[in-house]
């Protein structure tokens, strides 16, 4: 009898222990399910877009070609070298400075290149003094000759010391015009007229022949070198435009071809193309408006080959972090998202658009700057203040808390 009473008292506490267990297994999924429904309501929340961050898909006039890149390079660049060696004198130019063409950068001790002028001009009198004294016995030896007192052997050698005392003051002559070339070549000059953009000696250095001082760039006319491949360059035409988007800058830069090498690299058989972009108000250091343009920039872009009317949007609205591309649409006043089919690229006023598929035409499309948002998303427009009223800060994207 109380072996019974025993299994009865343990059972009834298993039954409380599950029933308590149940109860806490109940309150845990009760409290999961009440944040999942405030985390879908925080998500469905709304958010405030200006008018500028949407565009519609809409068909445009896009300008179709092929893709371009490399580095901006001055057409016109000097590198001002030493003529003769020497210690070098007078060079205060620096980086970033103007010169004009023809301006003096600097100089090379020119002494004993003067000394070398005065000797050289010293010969050049003692060989005309001795041309002076041969004449002289040529000329009485002719009259000689012709009065019969001498042979005319003895005419025709003074002829030939006369020869020989007339080129050898010529060769006088010459060499002061060498040693005179050799003092105009310690003065260096700048050839063309443009900015410093390296300066490779000091001055007091000892330089060499051919010690490069300093290298002078006009950036007024730049040109970009771009490899295309055998098939691209097939389309490409002198007088096609390009858009160009130089490393740095925001401004998008207007090229043109303007020479194709008529010959395919070695080995990768591509073919250089050269465009030329005017860069003359940029390399004016008066200009203030214009973003000025560096030898060296990288720059890359779409050289315009052909003109089609397609569906498109801007290629930064395109997003890529699901398996396929899409667009994050608005429908019924909500953030929707809508996988696409991405087809030709190209540009319109400088923007680079993206022909897509699986949009309707006059769809609006959120703008790529506004980052990800959740499908279902109440969209709201700011509104426009009133005249006089201060503006309203152009949008991103405000999330209702």
Request: aromatic share 2%; glycine share 8%; charged share 20%.
């Amino acid at each position: 009898m109380k072996r019974w009473i025993q299994w009865a008292v343990a059972l009834l506490v298993a039954v409380l222990l599950a029933a308590g267990v149940v109860r806490a297994l109940s309150a845990r999924k009760a409290r999961q399910q009440a944040l999942l429904a405030a985390g879908s309501a925080q998500s469905l929340g709304w958010v405030e877009l200006a008018e500028s961050d949407v565009v519609k898909a809409q068909a445009r006039d896009m300008t179709q070609g092929v893709a371009i890149s490399g580095s901006l390079k001055a057409v016109n660049s000097a590198v001002i070298k030493a003529r003769v060696p020497g210690e070098l004198q007078g060079l205060s130019v620096r980086e970033g400075d103007f010169v004009k063409a023809g301006q003096v950068l600097a100089r090379i001790d020119a002494s004993e290149y003067q000394s070398r002028v005065r000797q050289a001009r010293e010969q050049a009198d003692s060989a005309k003094a001795q041309v002076n004294v041969v004449q002289r016995q040529y000329d009485n030896n002719k009259a000689l000759v012709d009065q019969g007192f001498i042979s005319r052997t003895a005419l025709d050698t003074s002829l030939a010391n006369l020869n020989a005392a007339q080129s050898t003051y010529r060769a006088a002559l010459a060499g002061v015009e060498v040693a005179a070339k050799s003092v105009e070549d310690t003065v260096l000059k700048s050839p063309i007229a443009g900015q410093v953009s390296q300066r490779l000696a000091q001055p007091g250095e000892r330089v060499a022949i051919d010690t490069r001082i300093v290298e002078v760039v006009d950036l007024s006319r730049l040109e970009l070198e771009a490899s295309l491949g055998a098939q691209e360059s097939m389309s490409v035409r002198v007088g096609q435009s390009a858009g160009l988007q130089i490393e740095g800058s925001p401004q998008t830069v207007s090229a043109k071809v303007v020479r194709i090498n008529p010959s395919a690299q070695a080995g990768s058989r591509s073919v250089l193309v050269y465009l030329s972009i005017d860069n003359s108000a940029g390399s004016n250091s008066s200009s203030s408006s214009t973003l000025p343009l560096r030898q060296g920039l990288f720059a890359q872009g779409t050289l315009g080959t052909a003109q089609a009317s397609l569906l498109a949007v801007p290629v930064s609205s395109v997003r890529t972090d699901k398996p396929a591309p899409y667009v994050q649409a608005i429908e019924n006043g909500r953030v929707t998202h809508k996988a696409v089919e991405l087809g030709t690229r190209g540009t319109t006023q400088g923007e680079a658009l993206v022909a897509v598929q699986g949009l309707a035409d006059g769809m609006p499309v959120i703008r790529g700057n506004i980052g990800g948002l959740p499908e279902g998303t109440q969209v709201r427009f700011t509104k426009m203040s009133a005249p006089g009223a201060p503006a309203s800060s152009p949008a991103s994207a405000k999330t209702a808390p």
